[in-house]
């Protein structure tokens, strides 16, 4: 486990950009795993202007969303289809038929859909970068807490905490109650996670998955089991961690000896 602080969500969103266009330079036909969220908008935003004035090709990536909410149709400002495209896909040369979003418009055979979307993964050749937000209560996707850890892209009801956290944005319509989600048992079989967190709110759940125990509860603290994943922290969402100056010497290191893993 890598831990890299910085000192704010800029300082996050570029770091998180020159390592996902380190992977898309390395290997041309990478597959990406990506996320939505607040902090996930300055990450795509640093990436269109790579791809605009540096010439970052994504014509042979291949990428496939975390999740979306049930009940809602792409075209819905809300959906994680249409916030992909206003901030990422629209901007750059991925092939339409190389996106891969989960429906959230399915009515039935709910199973049957999910192992579908678990099979494109495996025909694609597995994830080879994981991008990751953190939840308040310490959810990755919409894995919320007491989700199994060996769980796979499946329907999954939302927390209270989480339908709170995301009703501002739908304003006066109904809020989702349930999403699709990839699980954390195909989150752990990617090749390399990179998980994003920042503001003060985060912090508890951040200290709770790098330092506290593997548990269903903390869904992210999975992480701990996934042989290479590199938390990028901002000073508030690290506030609460114990051990940084151990985070900093090992990132040294890293740089010295394995300067490819941060770019």
Request: negative net charge; aromatic residues 6%; glycine residues 8%.
């Amino acid at each position: 486990m890598l831990v890299v602080l910085q000192r704010n969500q800029d300082e996050v969103g570029r770091q998180a950009a020159r390592m996902i266009s380190g992977a898309v330079r390395r290997n041309p036909f990478v597959r990406l795993g990506l996320a939505t969220g607040a902090t996930m908008v300055g990450v795509y935003r640093e990436l269109v202007r790579l791809h605009r004035e540096e010439h970052l090709d994504f014509a042979r990536v291949v990428t496939f969303n975390l999740d979306e909410y049930l009940g809602i149709p792409p075209s819905h400002p809300q959906s994680f289809h249409s916030l992909m495209q206003q901030h990422f896909f629209s901007h750059v040369n991925i092939p339409r038929n190389s996106i891969h979003i989960p429906d959230g418009t399915i009515t039935r055979d709910y199973d049957a859909y999910c192992e579908g979307y678990e099979q494109a993964i495996r025909d694609a050749g597995g994830i080879d970068l994981q991008l990751l937000g953190i939840g308040r209560n310490g959810h990755i996707g919409f894995n919320e807490p007491m989700s199994s850890l060996g769980s796979r892209t499946r329907i999954k009801e939302l927390s209270a905490e989480t339908i709170e956290d995301s009703r501002k944005a739908f304003g006066p319509q109904e809020m989702p109650q349930c999403a699709i989600t990839v699980g954390i048992g195909t989150i752990l079989e990617t090749r390399r996670v990179l998980l994003l967190a920042t503001g003060a709110f985060k912090a508890d759940a951040i200290a709770k998955s790098i330092e506290g125990p593997v548990s269903a509860s903390v869904t992210a603290s999975a992480l701990q089991l996934h042989r290479d994943v590199t938390f990028l922290v901002d000073e508030e969402a690290g506030s609460l961690l114990t051990q940084k100056p151990y985070y900093e010497h090992v990132l040294k290191m890293t740089q010295a000896l394995m300067p490819e893993r941060l770019s």
